[in-house]
């Protein structure tokens, strides 16, 4: 079975900073790769996903995320945060080989970013 | 353009009750998917469903949890005789279709307390 993990539970940045937020999984086999987002009273949205091609995708409002297979890691990142980037951020994996399992995701514990204007 | 609807959005029982949580997926989406969010975790898978067949249903416990998604209305899931560690929010998704990087798109959760 699939695992997640998000090694910064909550992570503060002042407006302006550069954000990275650490994933990585572990499977062995192929497999599709999600940034969730969830801002404040409001329910999980996609920011980004990867499942073929590019391994540098690009989400909304100005986020990135780079597929490195051979470090099993899909970090998020973004240039330069904004107050409104304040929000819980779940990556989460797909393994469509991995039979009955194939359309759960699984998800990482979550980070909460927390950006000081 | 709706998005995917969860009611009721609080509920609160007494150990022993019933739960009965509804979802309804986005229009046209055929595919419903329950996970559970217990304090501090990330969001666990406990079952997937299409219209009135159950797919996947190895993240659901053995007992008291059941879930179901009828050829009209609402998918329910519905926990019996709850208890405290049955308090967690629970979030529906649904989905177009079931291919490979096919989307989720989440509902608002229904948050259950337990006393």
């Known amino acids: 079975a699939q695992s997640v993990s998000q090694h910064n539970h909550h992570v503060i940045l002042s407006e302006a900073a550069s954000l990275e937020l650490g994933c990585n999984y572990s499977y062995g086999g192929t497999v599709n790769l999600f940034w969730y987002v969830q801002y404040p009273g409001q329910h999980l949205q996609l920011l980004l996903k990867?499942?073929?091609?590019?391994?540098l995708v690009k989400g909304i409002k100005g986020f990135e995320a780079e597929f490195i297979k051979s470090k099993f890691s899909f970090n998020l990142r973004k240039p330069s945060v904004q107050w409104s980037d304040t929000a819980e951020y779940f990556c989460a994996v797909n393994a469509p080989g991995s039979g009955a399992g194939s359309y759960q995701l699984t998800f990482g514990k979550g980070t909460k970013l927390s950006v000081i204007p | 353009n709706a998005g995917v609807m969860q009611n009721p959005r609080h509920l609160v029982r007494r150990r022993g009750q019933e739960a009965r949580l509804r979802c309804s997926p986005m229009?046209?989406?055929?595919?419903v998917y329950w996970y559970r969010q217990l304090p501090e975790e990330g969001l666990k898978f406990m079952v997937y469903?299409?219209?009135?067949?159950?797919?996947?249903e190895s993240g659901m416990p053995k007992e008291r949890f059941s879930a179901e998604f009828p050829k009209e209305g609402p998918s329910i899931l519905r926990i019996q005789q709850v208890v405290r560690g049955d308090s967690a929010a629970y979030f529906c998704?649904?989905?177009?279709?079931?291919?490979?990087?096919?989307?989720?798109?989440f509902g608002p959760g229904t948050r259950l307390l337990v006393l």
């Open positions: 469903l299409q219209k009135e067949n159950i797919i996947d």
């Open positions: 229009k046209g989406h055929s595919h």
């Open positions: 990867y499942f073929s091609g590019d391994p």
């Open positions: 998704a649904s989905s177009l279709d079931r291919g490979v990087g096919e989307t989720q798109y």
